[in-house]
């Protein structure tokens, strides 16, 4: 895949920080602020070996 500049579908113009595991504060940010991203460190091993 490659970038095309003329085809992106958002912006991201402002971004805020919500405390880890407070689903309360997540549920008021999709609220009151928008749609949500999110980042995941996948290097961890937690991550790395998990099996569901």
Do not use: M, W
Not at 7 to 36: M, S, W
């Amino acid at each position: 895949c490659r970038y095309n500049p003329s085809q992106h579908a958002a912006n991201c113009t402002k971004y805020y920080f919500v405390r880890q595991g407070d689903e309360e504060a997540l549920k008021q940010a999709l609220a009151y602020v928008g749609p949500i991203s999110v980042a995941i460190d996948a290097t961890r091993p937690q991550f790395i070996l998990y099996r569901s």
